[in-house]
């Protein structure tokens, strides 16, 4: 797949990790969408009890000063602005009797609410 984003440069080193179970998730529900051309958006927001919340969500266009990243199929871009919340920051998905969805461990944090969707 080649897919331009911007007319400007992409920088390819965000600090963001994608586990492979995360990615291989991405893939499938791209798939299940029968999608090719999408991006994994990851963003950091002020909100939440504990002052900035995570989004992720599938994007179609790219913004200038994106940073993205490329795991395997799977494209993850973040924006300018939420790249240092992020860095270092990983992404995994669990599948368990008591949770599924994504997960972001993210070492920049210093706390989060007790709903783990928000942190600071």
Do not use: H, W
């Not at 994608?18 to 958006?41: F, N």
Request: charged letters at 25%; one cysteine or more; hydrophobic letters at 35%.
């Amino acid at each position: 797949m080649t897919t331009e984003m911007t007319s400007t440069p992409v920088d390819l080193t965000t600090g963001i990790k994608l586990t492979d179970v995360a990615a291989a998730k991405v893939s499938a529900l791209l798939a299940q969408e029968g999608r090719d051309d999408l991006y994994l958006r990851v963003a950091v927001q002020p909100g939440g009890c504990s002052g900035l919340k995570y989004q992720l969500y599938f994007d179609d266009r790219a913004q200038d000063g994106d940073i993205a990243r490329e795991f395997g199929s799977v494209k993850v871009v973040v924006d300018k602005m939420s790249d240092p919340y992020l860095m270092g920051a990983s992404i995994d998905f669990v599948d368990t009797i008591e949770k599924q969805g994504f997960t972001i461990d993210n070492p920049n944090a210093q706390g989060s609410c007790a709903c783990g969707d928000s942190f600071n």
